[in-house]
């Protein structure tokens, strides 16, 4: 999957690209952005959730086609989100840029979520409001050029969460003193969810590093387990996505009980 997922950024890549050739590129975001790692670590002590905008994926299909952003974005905001991950990918996720704009209106900080492996969409990412842009490690065939977006992303002052799913992509994302490791419970070839990656991999986690599981959670037992172990936050997207009280079901998961 991930070549095909890579493919599928060909076009938009060719448009940023013109853009920037007749110099059409628009202008960095000028206003204020929330810090997506100081928003996890000023409340380390409840369970953080990053929630994620996803109406459809590569394994599922349609999640929630109908879903509307602002509708759903302000459940997460009351319900206790600490930040949201958009998902800008139009084949396979039903996701757009745009919603990145539109995001920001909520005040909580942005993670681009997308396949990001060339300078121009670290580029692009930096002219909207996302503060923080996934970088996946196993995308890079060349970790040099990992390193080079890793390092580019901190100058466009976005913050690197840096995805992997086994302990040779962890030993590269430390190599570049990685801040933000996100450990994907789901592989991104077979697309097949794996808590236990969660699990295996947190051994290496050293101070000052913050620490998010990704994919595959529902339920609040599973993220205090973690959380004990020493992950700092957890995103989910589809379990939230599918819910009709989407306020009400984030609450349980962050306060836990009958709130
Ligand atoms: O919907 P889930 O199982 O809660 O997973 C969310 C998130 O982890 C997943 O969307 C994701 C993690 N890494 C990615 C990389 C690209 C696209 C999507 C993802």
């Not at 110099?23 to 810090?35: I, L």
């Not at 959730?49 to 299909?61: C, H, T, V």
Request: aromatic share 12%; glycine share 4%; hydrophobic share 40%.
């Amino acid at each position: 999957m991930l070549n095909k997922f890579k493919k599928s950024k060909l076009k938009e890549i060719k448009i940023l690209v013109d853009l920037k050739f007749h110099n059409k590129f628009p202008p960095e975001w000028g206003k204020n952005k929330e810090s997506f790692s100081k928003a996890i670590s000023n409340s380390l002590d409840k369970i953080n959730i990053i929630a994620e905008f996803k109406k459809a994926s590569p394994s599922l299909g349609n999640i929630n086609s109908k879903a509307d952003l602002e509708n759903v974005l302000v459940f997460y905001k009351e319900g206790g989100a600490i930040a949201f991950s958009i998902l800008t990918e139009e084949n396979y996720f039903a996701g757009k840029i745009d919603f990145l704009y539109r995001a920001a209106l909520f005040g909580l900080p942005i993670l681009r979520k997308d396949f990001i492996f060339h300078p121009l969409q670290v580029e692009i990412t930096a002219t909207t409001p996302a503060s923080a842009v996934l970088l996946i490690v196993r995308l890079f065939e060349d970790m040099s050029d990992f390193e080079r977006l890793y390092f580019y992303s901190l100058e466009k002052k976005l913050e690197p969460v840096v995805e992997v799913f086994s302990e040779k992509d962890l030993e590269i994302a430390k190599r570049v003193g990685a801040k933000i490791i996100q450990v994907n419970n789901r592989d991104l070839n077979s697309l097949k969810v794996n808590l236990e990656t969660s699990y295996n991999l947190i051994k290496y986690k050293e101070d000052n590093e913050i620490w998010i599981s990704a994919s595959g959670l529902s339920k609040r037992s599973v993220l205090v387990d973690l959380k004990n172990i020493g992950y700092d936050a957890f995103l989910i997207g589809t379990y939230l996505m599918k819910q009709e009280k989407i306020c009400l079901t984030l609450r349980n998961l962050v306060y836990g009980g009958n709130n």
